[in-house]
C-alpha cells in the first residue's frame, strides 16, 4: 500500500508527554542569505542521550518504523518493536541484533512502561497511545526522533490538504541543483529518519520534507526553517474529530519555528495565515492567479504571462512551465517563494520550473481517443483535488469541451457539495464509482450521472459519454480502499482500461 494513502492516524488528540527542551545548535553559516541560523530540526544538546540506553518502543512497523528502529538501535536504544500484524517483513536483522518484538496487540502496561514510544504514520488512533500519554511517556512520530538527529542543515517542510508531494518534489530538486546534498523525502518516498547520518542532515545539507497531518499530530522540537502550509481543506474527516482538529494538525509545521524562520502560506487564505500567526515564524504570501485585492499582497504570483517573485525580480514565464492548471501555479509559486527564502540560487529555481514535469497519476494524459482526452489524476483523493482539476479545464482558454468525471470509492466523511458548482461550469456528465456513488450522486443536484458497476464499466460509460474536444477525468474525490490497495493501483488500472478501448472509426 502507498504510504501516503494508506489507512493512516496517530491519535488526533494533543500530545500530552514530557516536553523536551528545545535547544537546536549549530553556528551561523556564512553568506546564507536567508536570515535563519541553520540549526538542525530542533535538537537538544545530545540527541543520543534521549535515546542511548533507553527502552523505546516503535509502534507500527512499516517502512518507517523499520526505519526508525534501525536509527534507535544504532543509537544504542533497547528497542521493542510492536505492530498488530504478526506477519511483518524485515524484523529479523532487528530482533538477531537484539531488538524485542510484541507483535499481535498493543499493551497498555507494555505502552506506560516504557521512556518513550515512536509512531509510525501509519498508526490508527490506540487506547493504548492515549495511556502513554496519561502516563506522561512521550510519543514521538518518526518526524520528531529524526529531527533529534539533525546537525545543521537547513529544513524545508511542507504540508497542507492538496499539492505537498508537488510542491516537495520541485523543491527537492531546487535544492539538488545547488550541488549541496539534499534529502527528499518523508510522507514522499524515503522515510524521513533516514536523513540521520548523510550529509544532507549536516550544516551544508538541504532536508526537504513533505509532511502530513498525522505526522505532524507528534512532532514538539521539529523545526523548519522554512515552512509552507499550502492550503487547507475536507480530507481525513473520518479520522478527524472535525475540521478544526485536521487544521490544528497541520498548523503544528510552525510550532518549532523561531522568529528568524519563514512561514509560508497562500494570500488571502485567513484559516492558513492564522495557524501561522501561532508560530514564531515572519509570515510570507503567495499565490498563482490575483485579483489585485489581497492584501497583505503576495511576494511571489502571476503578473501577466509570469510568475514573479517581487522581492528578488526573477520573472519565470508561465509559458514555459510543463505542469499545468491554476492550482500548478500556485504550487510553482509557493515554491519560488520556499526556495528563495531557503537560500536557494536563481539559477537551480529556473532550472527545475523550466524541467519538472509533474508526477504520475495527477492529471496524467493517458490517451486521446476520436478527438476525447483521456487524463489519470487518481491522486484526487479528497474534493479539494477533485475541484482543483475541474477549474484547470474551467480556466483554460485552449479547452472548450466539457469533462466527464469519473468520482467515487472510499468515502472520508466530508462534504462533495463543492465540486458542484464547478461540474455545472465545465462538466458533462458524471459517472458514479464505489461505495460513495450514492453521496456523491445526493450533493450532485441538477448535474446528470450515471451509475457504473464497476470500474470497467465506469470507464466505458465516461468513453461513451464524452463527445469530441471533452475529456474524461479519473479525479474520484475519494480514497481507493474499497476496490484498490492505494491511488496508484486505481491509477494503473484506469489507464490500462482506457489503452484497451478500441480506436474509433
Ligand atoms: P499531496 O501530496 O498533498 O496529496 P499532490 O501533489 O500529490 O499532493 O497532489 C494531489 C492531488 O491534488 C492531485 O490530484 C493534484 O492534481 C491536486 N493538487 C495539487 N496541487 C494542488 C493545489 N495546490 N490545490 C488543490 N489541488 C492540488
Not at 488571502?268 to 499565490?287: F, N, P, T, V
Not at 448535474?447 to 468513453?463: E, I, K, L, N, Y
Amino acid at each position: 500500500m502507498d504510504p501516503k494513502e494508506r489507512d493512516t492516524a496517530a491519535s488526533p488528540s494533543r500530545p500530552t508527554g514530557r516536553r523536551e527542551a528545545s535547544a537546536a545548535s549549530g553556528g551561523s553559516r556564512e553568506g546564507a542569505p536567508t536570515g535563519f541560523t541553520p540549526g538542525g530540526g530542533g535538537a537538544g544538546d545530545s540527541p543520543s542521550g534521549k535515546v542511548s540506553g533507553k527502552r523505546i518502543l516503535v509502534v507500527g512497523l512499516g517502512k518507517s518504523g523499520i526505519a526508525a528502529a534501525r536509527l534507535l538501535m544504532r543509537e544504542g536504544a533497547r528497542v521493542v518493536l510492536n505492530d498488530r500484524r504478526t506477519d511483518v517483513e524485515g524484523l529479523e536483522p532487528l530482533v538477531a541484533l537484539g531488538a524485542e518484538a510484541q507483535l499481535g496487540h498493543h499493551d497498555e502496561a507494555l505502552f506506560t512502561s516504557v521512556d518513550a514510544v515512536v509512531l509510525s504514520p501509519g498508526v490508527p488512533p490506540l487506547p493504548a497511545v492515549d495511556a502513554a500519554d496519561a502516563a506522561g511517556v512521550p510519543v514521538w512520530s518518526e518526524i520528531e526522533l529524526g529531527a533529534l538527529f539533525l546537525r545543521g542543515c537547513t529544513v524545508v517542510g511542507i504540508t497542507g490538504t492538496n499539492g505537498k508531494s508537488t510542491v516537495t518534489s520541485l523543491l527537492g530538486a531546487m535544492a539538488a541543483k545547488t550541488g549541496r546534498p539534499t534529502f527528499v523525502g518523508g510522507n514522499l518516498g524515503i522515510p524521513f529518519v533516514d536523513v540521520v547520518g548523510t550529509d544532507a542532515a549536516g550544516p551544508e545539507g538541504f532536508v526537504v520534507v513533505e509532511l502530513s497531518s498525522f505526522q505532524l499530530e507528534r512532532v514538539e522540537t521539529f523545526r523548519a526553517h522554512v515552512a509552507l502550509l499550502l492550503n487547507v481543506t475536507e480530507d481525513h474527516l473520518d479520522r478527524y474529530d472535525g475540521m478544526a482538529a485536521y487544521a490544528a494538525a497541520k498548523g503544528r509545521i510552525f510550532h518549532g519555528q523561531r522568529k528568524e524562520d519563514h512561514a509560508i502560506v497562500p494570500a488571502g487564505d485567513e484559516l492558513c495565515a492564522s495557524l501561522a500567526r501561532a508560530g514564531a515564524a515572519k509570515l510570507h504570501r503567495y499565490a498563482g492567479f490575483v485579483s489585485g485585492e489581497e492584501s497583505p499582497k503576495p511576494e511571489v504570483f502571476v503578473d501577466g504571462d509570469a510568475l514573479c517573485d517581487t522581492k528578488s525580480g526573477l520573472r519565470f514565464p508561465i509559458a514555459e512551465l510543463k505542469i499545468r492548471g491554476g492550482h500548478n501555479l500556485a504550487n510553482a509559486a509557493s515554491a519560488m517563494l520556499a526556495a528563495r527564502l531557503a537560500g536557494i540560487g536563481q539559477d537551480a529555481i529556473v532550472e527545475t520550473l523550466r524541467t519538472f514535469g509533474g508526477l504520475p497519476h495527477r492529471m496524467f494524459f493517458v490517451r486521446e481517443r476520436g478527438g476525447v482526452r483521456f487524463y489519470d489524476d487518481s491522486k484526487a483523493t479528497n474534493v479539494g483535488a477533485t475541484v482543483a482539476a475541474l477549474e484547470g479545464f474551467a480556466t483554460d482558454p485552449g479547452f472548450t469541451g466539457k469533462v466527464v468525471l469519473l468520482a467515487g470509492g472510499k468515502d472520508k466523511g466530508g462534504s462533495y457539495a463543492p465540486m458542484v458548482e464547478s461540474l455545472r461550469r465545465v462538466g458533462r456528465e458524471v459517472v458514479t464509482l464505489g461505495e460513495a456513488a450514492p453521496l456523491i450522486e445526493a450533493a450532485l443536484g441538477d448535474v446528470p450521472f450515471q451509475r457504473a458497476s464497476d470500474f470497467d464499466d465506469a470507464v466505458t460509460r465516461a468513453a461513451q459519454i464524452a463527445r469530441p474536444g471533452d475529456a474524461v477525468v479519473l479525479a474520484p474525490a475519494c480514497s481507493s480502499f474499497d476496490m484498490f490497495r492505494s491511488y496508484a493501483e486505481r491509477g494503473e488500472r484506469f489507464q490500462r482500461a482506457v489503452l484497451a478501448l478500441p480506436e474509433v472509426g
